[in-house]
């Protein structure tokens, strides 16, 4: 009899890390096969839904997968090194063995976005959820308009997937603008705040959703940037996994008002998170 794929989502499958890259100094990226054969071949997730990814004996915690579900040789993560976890995570090689919970939580609403205009934003580890979703749009980029990146960090070295930017710079259907908080030497791109080069690139509001992902003080004010250009709360769209704690809505640790981020979300419209508490 064939095993079948793992359906209890208290269980984490057993995974093996098959490629570990270093992405900045403090963030790595994990690409991890399930060990259970038929449970990886049979596995399925949207752009935007998350995992739990455990180191046994330590604990778990909330990453959204980064790679998009077109492309399924592995799932991969990135992981920002901020406590005991994410620090044993960063200790793993190749090889070794981790616990995977997923897939968790809703996703972007990439069937409603079809026939319009999109626009990235994105502020250094939260590039990783937007990751998702331009690869999944640019495997499926007839289905979509304009496609414009925004991605930003403090430095050339705070920024996540520089393999892939030079692509991302060259496709003719891609608008790609990569941009530092100061000046550094061998910079050859933008230099200034996102929500200030926001405004510079002058994005239309009519018939575009704007994704954003970042630090809570870059989605402040990039959320007033958009306002200025017209954005209704409805075209703009954001996550919130880092909030989630079990993943399927028992802990209650994760909580905005009546809303549960893993169950709920984590991915919400800016019109959603209007009418919560300000407790971000």
Known sequence: MTNMPQKNLYLPEIATVREVIQETPNIKTFRVVLDNEDAMNAFTFEPGQVGQLSVFGV???????NSPP???DYLQFSVMRVGE??????????????GVRAPLGNWFPYESMKGKNIVFIGGGIGMAPLRTLLLFMLDNRADYGDISLLYGARSPQDMAFQYELPEWLEREDLNTVLTIDNPCEGWEHTVGLIPNVLLEMEPGAKDTVAVT?????MIKFTLQALKKLGFEDSQIVTTLEKRMKCGVGI???CNI??????????????AELGDLPNEL
């Open 59 to 65: 604990g778990e915690s909330t990453f959204v997968i």
């Open 70 to 72: 077109t492309r399924m």
């Open 85 to 98: 976890l994410t620090t044993k995570l960063h200790q793993l090689s190749a090889g070794d063995k981790v």
């Open 213 to 217: 992902c970042g630090p809570p003080i």
């Open 251 to 253: 802990c209650g640790r």
């Open 257 to 270: 008002g009546t809303k549960y981020v893993c169950v709920d979300g984590p991915v919400f419209t800016a």
